[in-house]
């Protein structure tokens, strides 16, 4: 296991009907393709050994004994490999014949899986041939040349690396309560399963979101293999599935119907799986259940019965990572984006509706700067007010041209603001903040903290007082990244009466604003709306250029923003180390920014989130639109005097 990741595979070899040999050799090709890619377990589809459609001829000794065969010939062929292979057979215990999953690693058999649910109804008969594991006893066999036990027991198997893996077979997971389930709540982080899933008009897609469920309620990883080509088709047909799903995120599947063998390979993410569960009280709960008394279906598992893996004879392998790591994990590129804006600005304005008749009030205030956080704050307000039937003129958007404003944004705020018929009023604080700054006995020359600050603090005083004035309250308008970042000014920009944005990323903020003016029939306000959206983000706190240019770029003092919310995205969702967040992000980045920059960044980003707690700690009221949020109410608590010192330390060791 490398940066938190092992890499994992499901296979769908060349199938021949009852030919060992043939399939012996199949699976061994694909293993040994396996190991040049660093997989360290593979699995292969139920009963790979004989093929699953073998019918009566399970019943015929010269089968199992040839299956056997092949298990002690696959046996000598991975006695120098690392890898970790789950292959299907037949096995004879005493009177039964089960259908197992077999472990294997460097020569030895670590263990035999019985499969627990056989499938007997339409075109299943499997009880015909099979017993179930709840039909065994425990025993000693001796199988491949190895005494090894066989039981009911369900086991847990462990890498070197204490990753801890399990396994079932293709009807286990169709079960209500799959063996699965308390593999996973007794530890296992992958899953395995050796499948023969036939296809069926609408069964693939069942399944997949079955496995995605599964694996989402367990924060596991699934690794499924199912027979393809090859395969009898007398009465069924087997196209072939490889599938691993993360989470319920799908990161690898092959393709259907193929005519040619498949292997796909795809890097789990432990980290990830063990922040989720540590995380998620509901799991921790469950596992509470789960004791060593027998589970109700003649089956017991033992947590002391873990099985330990070998180690790798050569652990120095090279490390690469194939799976994409997506830039902007906040909006993915997978995630369907108009949907997924509909969904969180819809979450926004409902927040704001609820807000809005809890205060009996029809007024509120907000200032807008033509940016984009007091944008999308304006159109949360707009529709909220047209879902509730107020008059939009309750709506007081106030314009408060400073020392930095250029004429784009101011232009951009009056135009928003005229065309979506709200109440506006401008007012200039230069005057005030200039007798401000002389009564401080500030040099007006000194463009510092307390001379921007002051802007800032000036333009929310302005704002609590409109709404005294006016009955309402203020809307605050300020994103989630500034928060993290300590971007703002404390008792400024930081405060308001409802925070809508407060939830969402700055990079988000930016396809909600998009997904507006894609909807919006005004084109002269659609028009505006992507200009905005173009505008270099900016406090517009320093005076403009000679051009009349905005000279104050957020981005090039805090670093760029697509990469502060990666951070933040990955230090709170998960609370994955610095080395760990680098990696990923060399990834999702490459070509895009250098590893340099990625690390210059990171530190300014861990220097500021630590050093600004205090003002995160007081937030007003917020919607939660995200996966995460920084409010001290909900998703983050954190100390305001914590030490960055250890996670400066580890960036520095990069």
Known sequence: MKHGFIKVAAAIPAVRVADTKFNLEAIEEQIAIAEGKGVEIIAFPELSLTSYSCQD????????????????????????LDIISVVGAPVSVGPLTLNCAIVIQQGKILGIVPKTYLPNYDEFYEKRWFASAKDLHPTQIHYAGQTIRVSNEMQIFETVSGVKFG?????????????????????????????????LFGKHQYLNEMLMQHSARLMAAYVYSSCGFGESTQDIVNAGNAIIYESGNLVAHSERFSLEPQLRVAEIDIDRLRSERRNNTTFCGAQRTLGTEPLGLNVSFNIKDTIKCGAPNNPEKDFVLSRHIDPHPFMPERADKNAACHEMFNAQVFGLVRRLVHTHSKNVVLGVSGGLDSTLALLVCVRAFDRLGYDRKGILGVTMPGFGTSARTYQNAVKLMEELGITMKEINITSSVIQHLKDLEHDLSLQDSTYENA????????LMDLSNKCNGF???????????????????????????????PKTTIKDLIRYYANNENNEDISTCLIDVINTPISPEL???????????????????????????????????RPSKIIFLAQSAFAGVYTNEVIK?????????????????????????????SLSPRGDWRMPSDAMATDWLAELEKE
């Open 167 to 199: 396994c079932e077979i293709c009807e286990d997971v169709w079960a209500p309560i799959a063996p699965s389930s308390y593999l996973a709540l007794a530890g296992a982080e992958i899953l395995f399963n050796l499948s023969a899933t036939d296809e």
């Open 57 to 80: 001829l399970f019943r015929q000794q010269l089968l199992l004994e040839n299956a056997e065969h092949a298990v002690l010939m696959l046996l000598a062929f991975t006695r120098q």
């Open 542 to 576: 320093l005076p403009a250029n000679e051009a009349g240019e905005i000279e104050q770029k957020t981005e090039d003092i805090v670093g760029p923003y697509e990469l502060h919310d990666f951070f933040l995205y990955y230090v709170l969702r998960y609370g994955f």
């Open 474 to 504: 203020v809307v605050g308008t300020g994103d989630m990244s500034e928060l993290a970042l300590g971007w703002c000014t404390y008792n400024g920009d930081h405060m308001s009466m409802y925070a809508v944005n407060a939830g969402a």
């Open 600 to 628: 210059k960044w990171l530190k300014v980003f861990i220097e500021r989130f630590f050093k600004h707690q205090f003002k995160r700690s007081c937030l007003p009221d917020a919607p939660k639109t995200s996966v995460v």
């Open 455 to 462: 802007q800032a603090r000036e333009r929310t005083q302005i």
